[in-house]
């Protein structure tokens, strides 16, 4: 209800500001993104029955997509940016070695975990236009992120190991900072973005048979790319 709730309330300033351009040396504007991601992971812990996040796992960086509806507050070559990006990310992990000895009795090379998750995120993202033509623009811009993650839609599977009741408990809740370069030609325009992981996205691993509870810490960065249209 929370992320519902902000969503409305993003779409009811959208349309209030737009309604309101008319104030001047502002400038409102509202648009629409679409892109895909890929993550990284900084020191990333995980344990469970000996295998770990060290030689032993393969991260495959399968792609995520999302669709973003932003507003834009502009004041000469500065701007102010909020977005409601809803999103889809997916993460695959593969050990592709034995356990650590006393855990044999996991069948070697086809233990994997894969997770796809479902988020909104919402951003406050200061820019700088340093190229401002009448049809052609570029911006950096960096800021806060914060990510809610929609747990009870999480997809979760591990695969070959010798407990099948395991499950991850997700953050519902991550930030990041985030670091981009814009480029706009006309209304139609292309964000390159880096968003670092300031939290952890997850809590720990627990066994369901047994409640046992193992370590597991994921603290990722976004590489991603958006094309859209601001109006």
Request: net charge positive.
């Amino acid at each position: 209800m929370r992320v519902c709730s902000l969503a409305l309330l993003f779409a009811i300033l959208s349309l209030s500001a737009v309604a309101q351009n008319k104030e001047k040396n502002h400038e409102f504007n509202i648009g629409l993104k679409a892109g895909f991601h890929a993550l990284t992971y900084n020191d990333p812990e995980f344990n469970i029955n000996g295998y770990t996040f060290d030689s032993d796992c393969i991260h495959s960086n399968k792609i995520g997509y999302t669709v973003t509806p932003f507003l834009r507050v502009t004041y000469k070559r500065l701007y102010l940016q909020t977005e409601a990006m809803l999103g889809v990310t997916r993460h695959s992990f593969d050990f592709k070695d034995t356990p650590k000895e006393g855990n044999e009795e996991i069948t070697p090379n086809s233990t994997e975990y894969n997770l796809k998750t479902y988020s909104l995120q919402i951003p406050i993202l200061l820019g700088y236009d340093f190229v401002s033509q009448k049809k052609f623009g570029m911006s950096m811009f960096t800021g806060p992120r914060t990510k809610f993650i929609f747990t009870s839609r999480t997809n979760q599977e591990f695969k070959h190991f010798n407990d099948d009741s395991l499950e991850e408990v997700i953050c519902k809740k991550v930030y990041y900072w985030e670091f981009g370069l814009g480029v706009k030609i006309d209304k139609v325009f292309f964000d390159f973005a880096y968003d670092l992981g300031l939290s952890d996205a997850s809590r720990y691993i627990i066994s369901r048979k047994t409640g046992n509870k193992y370590k597991s810490s994921r603290r990722d960065s976004v590489l991603s790319f958006s094309v859209g249209m601001i109006f």
